[in-house]
């Protein structure tokens, strides 16, 4: 791996679920990095899935369907599969949070967005959505979400139905981080969401964590790990996975050159 790559020989750990760590893990190793796999999420179907499949059946009654994460495009799909109304999801008009929902909608779907906000938050998909007073939204979430986007969404006169369309449970498996900090082979965390840092301090109780390098894709990430104990974190200036990478590696060329 050629010394001019900004994230040449760093070892990163990545906590995403297994099933969404590829991209993060190509962007890492184009950079010269190298990703350490360490799920601090998984992304679980629901055990009962009859109320979503209640809803999914009569889209018709919805004017948007509005997705904050590309898991819950993830877990829509699925079901719609299951069910047999893939077609249904494909007249619907979507709103996606962001790129990251955009291209899994792209993959699960392939179908684009009707609708993304200017800038990437749940929260400014809610202010953003183009509504007229009482237009019915389906907005399929984690068991683990806020309530801040439906709470939005309400206030601005939506007939919103919000739930639970997945589950958030804490990851399984990955290397041995724990001894890989105590010996120093770790150079970077990365987390997406606050929950895979509350997770991680689950899985990962040790204080030598804290003071990691801690790259967090939005401001809300930062804020868990804020108060989790982290005290070197990184934010982008947008939210993105690229942007994520390229703030890493600006991070470590400060570092490289200062005296």
């Known amino acids: 791996m050629s010394d001019h790559l900004p994230l040449s020989g760093k070892r990163i750990v990545v906590t995403r679920a297994r099933r969404q760590a590829p991209p993060l893990e190509t962007l890492i190793t184009e950079r010269g990095g190298i990703p350490v796999l360490y799920p601090c999420i998984e992304i679980a179907p629901l055990t009962n899935p009859a109320a979503l499949d209640t809803h999914l059946r009569n889209l018709d009654n919805f004017d948007w369907l509005a997705f904050t994460s590309g898991n819950a495009v993830w877990a829509i799909a699925e079901r719609a599969r299951a069910i047999g109304i893939e077609q249904d999801l494909s007249r619907a008009k ?32 809610a202010h953003q959505l183009p509504l007229s007073q009482g237009d019915r939204i389906l907005l399929p979430q984690s068991n683990l979400a806020d309530h801040k986007a439906a709470d939005i969404l309400r206030s601005r006169g939506a007939d919103l139905t919000a739930l639970v369309a997945y589950r958030t449970l804490v990851g399984r498996g990955g ?85």
């Not at 120093?184 to 969401?193: E, K, M, N, Q, V």
């Not at 868990?224 to 890493?248: K, N, V, W």
């Open 94 to 125: 979507i709103a996606a949070l962001g790129p990251a929902t955009s291209a899994e909608l792209r993959r699960q779907l392939s179908r684009n967005a009707d609708f993304t906000p200017a800038a990437y938050s749940a929260e400014n998909l």
């Open 175 to 259: 290397i041995d981080l724990p001894a890989q900090i105590a010996t120093g082979r770790i150079d970077a965390l990365t987390f997406a969401s606050p929950s895979a840092v509350r997770f991680f301090r689950q899985r990962c109780p040790q204080e030598d964590a804290l003071s990691l390098p801690t790259l967090c894709l939005a401001p809300s990430t930062a804020k868990a790990a804020a108060e989790q104990g982290f005290h070197e974190l990184i934010t982008p200036p947008t939210i993105s996975l690229p942007a994520m990478m390229s703030a890493l590696s600006d991070y470590f060329a400060e570092r490289a050159d200062a005296p």
